[in-house]
Nanobody, 115 residues
Framework: QVQLVESGGGLVQAGGSLRLSCAASGIILSINDMGWYRQAPGKRRELVAVIRSSGVTNYADSVKGRFTISRDHAKNTVYLQMNTLKPEDTAVYYC?????????WGQGTQVTVSS
């Protein structure tokens, strides 16, 4: 059974940084294309970053230059480094396969950016 567990969220002031982690069991993340998604209140879930099994990364325009997706094969974990955070980055962040999700969603991790 595949399980995804996101962590690392919190409350941060605008301009600050956070690093999110997605630990997985039942799936080897490094051989899958993985993505970070977010869902703000009242909005649809959106894809913000993808890391392909090849290592190629892609980002939504809204986070390009500020967010970095990476992975650690040994820890079977995918990360999202978020810098220069803005209030509009406030959302629950999830990981899943990307750019098309195929797995059951985890509980997500809340990121709140205050102005």
């Amino acid at each position: 059974q595949v399980q995804l567990v996101e962590s690392g969220g919190g409350l941060v002031q605008a301009g600050g940084s956070l690093r999110l982690s997605c630990a997985a069991s039942g799936i080897i993340l490094s051989i899958n294309d993985m993505g970070w998604y977010r869902q703000a209140p009242g909005k649809r879930r959106e894809l913000v970053a993808v890391i392909r099994s090849s290592g190629v990364t892609n980002y939504a325009d809204s986070v390009k230059g500020r967010f970095t997706i990476s992975r650690d094969h040994a820890k079977n974990t995918v990360y999202l480094q978020m810098n220069t955070l803005k209030p509009e980055d406030t959302a629950v962040y999830y990981c899943n396969t990307g750019p098309i999700f195929k797995l059951t969603w985890g509980q997500g991790t809340q990121v709140t950016v205050s102005s």
